[in-house]
T-cell receptor, first 113, second 115 residues
């Protein structure tokens, strides 16, 4: 079964700290992987999209890496700020799984002053 | 530009009522998806359209759920005879063309509460 797992489920860090969120997937045959941010009561905001042929993508303080062979992706957030507090979701489009995204359960991040 | 919009944002239905949820995708996006998100969980796929064609409805939980996109733009998700377990946030996403690797962009969701 094609599944996506995110660890940890929750994370609390002081402002200014660099942090890494982890995503693992059970099948290395993926088309692409997308990281999202979800604020309470809101929809999903797309952060980064990595195609299967890419190793990483960067946007501002965010960097996402992809290692298909080990079934892992990481989202690195540099110099965290209280405004980064949200739930971060990893979603995979598996090859042969149609065009749908399979989501992890998310990591709830709190950045404290 | 305008993103994906959904209406209503909140819906309270009594058990047994029918509901209709609307999604307006980003203009020009040919792919449209519906997902269901339970509290504390990631979204779960329901169904997928490419233009007006419903290509995948494998995630619809029962025959009470029905989706349509008759003109290849606006989509409606209908739930008949709502049950308490249908309470969730229903998210719509669109993509320029999901079949060619473009990302999906989500609307704010409709929170459905069945009492």
């Amino acid at each position: 079964k094609q599944e996506v797992t995110q660890i940890p489920a929750a994370l609390s860090v002081p402002e200014g700290e660099n942090l890494v969120l982890n995503c693992s997937f059970t099948d290395s045959a993926i088309y692409n992987l997308q990281w999202f941010r979800q604020d309470p009561g809101k929809g999903l905001t797309s952060l980064l999209l990595i195609q299967s042929s890419q190793r990483e993508q960067t946007s501002g303080r965010l960097n996402a890496s992809l290692d298909k062979s080990s079934g892992r992706s990481t989202l690195y957030i540099a110099a965290s700020q209280p405004g980064d507090s949200a739930t971060y979701l990893c979603a995979v489009k598996f090859t042969g799984g149609g065009n749908k995204l399979t989501f992890g359960t998310g990591t709830q991040l709190k950045v404290e002053l | 530009g305008a993103g994906v919009s959904q209406s209503p944002r909140y819906k309270v239905a009594k058990r047994g009522q029918d509901v209709a949820l609307r999604c307006d995708p980003i203009s020009g996006h040919v792919s449209l998806f519906w997902y269901q998100q339970a509290l504390g969980q990631g979204p779960e796929f329901l169904t997928y359209f490419q233009n007006e064609a419903q290509l995948d409805k494998s995630g619809l939980p029962s025959d009470r759920f029905f989706a349509e996109r008759p003109e290849g733009s606006v989509s409606t998700l209908k739930i008949q005879r709502t049950q308490q377990e249908d309470s969730a946030v229903y998210l719509c996403a669109s993509s320029l063309d999901a079949g060619t690797g473009h990302g999906q962009y989500f609307g704010p969701g409709t929170r459905l509460t069945v009492t």
